[in-house]
Structure formats: structure tokens, C-alpha cells
């Protein structure tokens, strides 16, 4: 497989309060992690500006403008319990949207095959108008619309395996029947949401909430019996990964015990399935993970097994 990397170091200007879990080291760690010889076939592509119009399939523009007019000149100004705006955050997430739908672009273009996204901020709990857990815009919700207006796909698949309930992605596609919304994660825990039933207006809802203390095996059954043959049944276009890794042991943000071997086992069988029926089109994008052992082992894995096929 041929693999693009997408990154850009603006990603490391969207500063938070010291102590916040999704800081600029979680970044650097994925980038010296990616910048190992066996990564050397890596295509590295520096994100670009994502625009408005962009974003606007997924936020309202007031949404867009309240950002902006919240983003200090200097410090950092709270705008939910735990998500901050500092000066360079603005830019930071509009590369995190321009660098996933240029990563979709490549992989139509046969450019690459695949594509990890390597950004910060994340974005799967930002809900259409909330920005909330991290996240400003939801950037895999927004590539996921880019793949279909730009390029004409119909549908769209997206595993979430971060270890916390993809609720902005859910609220997105709620009562979009093209797009399959599909998340393994812990319950409870932040955000609340991800129950079994819920479903979206369509069925293309499908979440399968894992209990902490649950380990590989536990989360390898919930795919392979519930979110796989999901993706299975709807044969998509292109299948997304919203790539968190705070479901790994290390995680100091829940209690999942999963081992880097279970995210290349997930990022595998999403691989096989992409191969079945999409050409291996697979465009990846980090979420979270805060362990930055963790995180460099899974992304390790991770990006190793997309290379790999
Ligand atoms: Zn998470």
C-alpha cells in the first residue's frame, strides 16, 4: 500500500493550560514516532487551510464566526469545560480540516491508497453547533461530506475507535441514511452518549459501548459482531477511522486495556473491508489518546499495518 501522511506544524500552536490532557507533546510524540526510518515510504503532505465553504457542510456559519471572534490575542480563553481557544488554535483547526480533505482528494486522485492524518485538535465530539471535549470542528464529519459533494461518492463509512462516544459525529449524520456512523467506546463515560439504542433516524447509528476493565478481546467481539458486518452490509465508498488510542492500557482518561496489537488488528480488519469493497480507500485521522507511550506505540501500529495492507 501507498500511504500518505498528512501533518503540518501548526498543529503545534493550538496551546492549552499546562496539565490539559490534549496537549502540543501529544503531536510531537506522533511526528518523532512517524519520522523512524521504517516510516521513510510515508508520502508526507503538509495540510492545507481548509475553508469555510468546507466546514460549512457540517457547521452553521455562526458557529464558524463565534470561533472566531472568541480566539484571544493573547492567552487562552475557555469555551466549554474543558476546551480552550488560544492564538494559534483558529489555524490549527482549520489545517486539521483542510489536511483530512486533502487526504481525501489524494486517495481519489490513486495518488495513495491510504492516509493517516496526523492533527491535533481532534475533532469527533464536535456537535454541528458545540464545540465540547477538544474539539472545534469535526474534521472526519467534514472529509466525509468533501468525499461526497467533491468527488461524487455515495456512501461513507466511519469507525470510531477512540475510547469516547463519537457524539459530534452521531449528531452530524443522525439523519443522514449515506453516511454509517459506527463507534466502539467506554460507557460510562464522557460524553454520555452511545447507548445501543441509539440508532439515527436511518439505522446507520451504530454503537457498541464497552464496560471499564474490558480488554482486547471484548472490544475485537464487539467488532466483529456488531460494527464490522455493519460496514459489511452497507458497502461503502470509503471508510474513515477516527483513530483515538485512548483506549490503550497506558490511557490516564479511561479503563479500557487494549495493547497496540488490538488497534493494528482493528486497523486491519477496516483494511479488509476496504479492499472488498472501495478500492482500499481509507483516510484515518487521530482523535485521541493521552498517553504519549501509548499513543507513540499505537500509532506505531497503526500506520504500520496501513503501509502494510
Ligand atoms: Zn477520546
Not at 487526504?103 to 464545540?131: I, Q, T, W
Not at 472490544?219 to 477516527?242: G, T, V
Amino acid at each position: 500500500m501507498t500511504t500518505a501522511l498528512i501533518h503540518h506544524s501548526a498543529f503545534e500552536d493550538h496551546i492549552t493550560p499546562p496539565g490539559h490532557p490534549e496537549r502540543v507533546d501529544r503531536i510531537l510524540t506522533v511526528n518523532q514516532t512517524l519520522n523512524h526510518e521504517k516510516f521513510h515510504d510515508l508520502n508526507r503532505y503538509e495540510a492545507p487551510l481548509g475553508s469555510h465553504e468546507q466546514i460549512l457542510t457540517c457547521h452553521p456559519q455562526g458557529y464558524i464566526q463565534a470561533l472566531e471572534e472568541n480566539i484571544p490575542e493573547a492567552a487562552l480563553v475557555q469555551i466549554d469545560g474543558d476546551t480552550y481557544l488560544s492564538p494559534g488554535s483558529m489555524e490549527a483547526a482549520l489545517h486539521a480540516v483542510g489536511g483530512i480533505c486533502h487526504a481525501v482528494d489524494l486517495v481519489m486522485e490513486e495518488k495513495v491508497d491510504n492516509a493517516f492524518c496526523a492533527m491535533r485538535p481532534p475533532g469527533h465530539h464536535a456537535e454541528k453547533k458545540n464545540a465540547m471535549g477538544f474539539c472545534l470542528f469535526n474534521s472526519v464529519a467534514i472529509a466525509a461530506r468533501h468525499a461526497q459533494k467533491q468527488h461524487g461518492l455515495d456512501r461513507i463509512a466511519i469507525l470510531d475507535f477512540d475510547v469516547h462516544h463519537g457524539n459530534g459525529t452521531q449528531d452530524i449524520f443522525w439523519d443522514d441514511e449515506n453516511v454509517l456512523f459506527c463507534s466502539s467506546h467506554q460507557m460510562p463515560l464522557f460524553p454520555g452518549s452511545g447507548h445501543l439504542n441509539e440508532e439515527g433516524e436511518y439505522g446507520t447509528i451504530c454503537n457498541a459501548p464497552l464496560r471499564a476493565g474490558d480488554d482486547g478481546n471484548a472490544f475485537k467481539q464487539a467488532l466483529l459482531e456488531r460494527l464490522l458486518p455493519k460496514i459489511n452490509n452497507f458497502s461503502p465508498d470509503m471508510i474513515f477511522i477516527s483513530a483515538g488510542f485512548d483506549a490503550h492500557h497506558l490511557d490516564p482518561l479511561a479503563n479500557l486495556d487494549l495493547v497496540e496489537n488490538d488497534f493494528q488488528w482493528a486497523t486491519g480488519k477496516i483494511m479488509e473491508l476496504a479492499g472488498k469493497f472501495c478500492n482500499n480507500r481509507v483516510v484515518s485521522t487521530l482523535e485521541g489518546g493521552y498517553d504519549l507511550e501509548g499513543l507513540s506505540k499505537s500509532v506505531n501500529a497503526h500506520v504500520t499495518t496501513l503501509m502494510k495492507g
